[in-house]
Each structure stands twice: as structure tokens, then as C-alpha cells.
T-cell receptor, first 113, second 116 residues
Framework: GNSVTQMEGPVTLSEEAFLTINCTYT??????LFWYVQYPGEGLQLLLK?????DKGSNKGFEATYRKETTSFHLEKGSVQVSDSAVYFC????????????FGKGTLLTVNP | NAGVTQTPKFQVLKTGQSMTLQCAQD?????MYWYRQDPGMGLRLIYY???????DKGEVPNGYNVSRLNKREFSLRLESAAPSQTSVYFC???????????????FGPGTRLTVL
């Protein structure tokens, strides 16, 4: 079956530091990959996505590249802000999953001023 | 557009009580989902509805029932609440239907349920 493994947190950084959150996956077929963000007390919002190998998703300064050879979709940002403090979820959906998203367990990021 | 709305936002129940969580979307999406979120567990799919008139079990369906009332609304019912059902519940929708499996899911703000 499908599964997503992301680095365990919490991750604590200072403002303007570089961020990497690792995500690897196993899936049947050719999945689409997503990063969702959950701000405190809110629901999940799509941050970025990539639908095929070598695609790069980007949004709000965050980037992730779909690497089929390493089955990875690591999230990066060059300079984090306090407002980026949130929980980040890596997720995938594949043709064999009948429209269902498979989520990683989430990584809590705290950015200090 | 309101997107995905959920009611109530908060609820406290006693063991054995029943309740229904309501979800509605105004994006004309075919598919709707119910998840629960527990610390350290990420999100787990309870039930989903790929299209109006169909529902299927997800990863953790025991103790829950669902109704896809129409294309807009998808409710989750707890017939006899248990403390293990204390969680945050999220509804989501997507345009995905037959032949459209990769559309993103849009989430509601969540219902925080405590069962005493």
C-alpha cells in the first residue's frame, strides 16, 4: 500500500534560517505529491504540489521537487519567518488509491525571532 | 465562496451520547472526506464519498456512520460516543471523480470533539 514518511519534529529555527523537511514515500503507480500546512487552530491548506517526476512545486518561498529515483519530495525554504510556524504534512495520492490522500504524520515547525 | 464549512466548531459529549457533525462545500466538488487528527498520528481517513450517492470506508471507520445527503453535504455520525473518539475532525472535498484522481483536497476548519 501507499505510505509517507516525513522527518519527526519538532523543528525549531531562528528567523531567516534555511529549512528542510524530509519526505519519502512508497506508492503504487505514479503518485501526485503534496505539502499541506496547518496553522495553529486552523484546517489544512495546500502549500504546493507536483504531479510528475522532476516537477518542482513552489509557493510562498517554499519549494519541493518530485524525485522519482529517490522517492522523495523534500520541502525547502531559504529564509523562514516567524509566520511560517505551523505543522507541515507531506501527502500523496495515486491512481490505485481511489482518490484517497495518504498523509505523513506531520512536522511541527517553530520559528523564533 | 465559503469553501468547506463544518459545524459545530467545538463539542463535548458524555460516553454513550450520539451526535452528527455537519459538513458542506460550495465548490461543486464530486468527492468528500472525513478525517480525524490525533497527536502523533497525522490525519486518518474515516469515510469518503467519491461521488454523490456513494460512500466507502476509510482507514478507521469503526464507530462512525456517514451520509452523503446531496452533492454539497456530507455528515458524520457518532451513534454511541466513546472517549477514544476524542479528536479533531476535518471534512474535505475535491473535484476528483472517475478519471480525476489527482485534484487537491480543500479542508474545513475542523470540529474539536471531547468525549468524557
Amino acid at each position: 500500500g501507499n505510505s509517507v514518511t516525513q522527518m519527526e519534529g519538532p523543528v525549531t529555527l531562528s528567523e531567516e534560517a534555511f529549512l528542510t523537511i524530509n519526505c519519502t514515500y512508497t506508492a503504487t503507480g505514479y503518485p501526485s505529491l503534496f505539502w499541506y500546512v496547518q496553522y495553529p487552530g486552523e484546517g489544512l491548506q495546500l502549500l504546493l504540489k507536483a504531479t510528475k517526476a522532476d516537477d518542482k512545486g513552489s509557493n510562498k518561498g517554499f519549494e519541493a521537487t518530485y524525485r522519482k529515483e529517490t522517492t522523495s519530495f523534500h520541502l525547502e525554504k531559504g529564509s523562514v519567518q516567524v509566520s511560517d510556524s505551523a505543522v507541515y504534512f507531506c501527502a500523496l495520492i495515486s491512481g490505485g488509491s481511489n482518490y484517497k490522500l495518504t498523509f505523513g504524520k506531520g512536522t511541527l515547525l517553530t520559528v523564533n525571532p | 465562496n465559503a469553501g468547506v464549512t463544518q459545524t459545530p466548531k467545538f463539542q463535548v459529549l458524555k460516553t454513550g451520547q450520539s451526535m452528527t457533525l455537519q459538513c458542506a462545500q460550495d465548490m461543486n466538488h464530486n468527492s468528500m472526506y472525513w478525517y480525524r487528527q490525533d497527536p502523533g498520528m497525522g490525519l486518518r481517513l474515516i469515510y469518503y464519498s467519491a461521488s454523490e450517492g456513494t460512500t466507502d470506508k476509510g482507514e478507521v471507520p469503526n464507530g462512525y456512520n456517514v451520509s452523503r445527503l446531496n452533492k454539497r453535504e456530507f455528515s458524520l455520525r457518532l451513534e454511541s460516543a466513546a472517549p477514544s473518539q476524542t479528536s479533531v475532525y476535518f471534512c474535505a472535498s475535491s473535484g476528483g471523480g472517475p478519471g480525476q484522481v489527482y485534484n487537491e483536497q480543500f479542508f474545513g476548519p475542523g470540529t474539536r470533539l471531547t468525549v468524557l
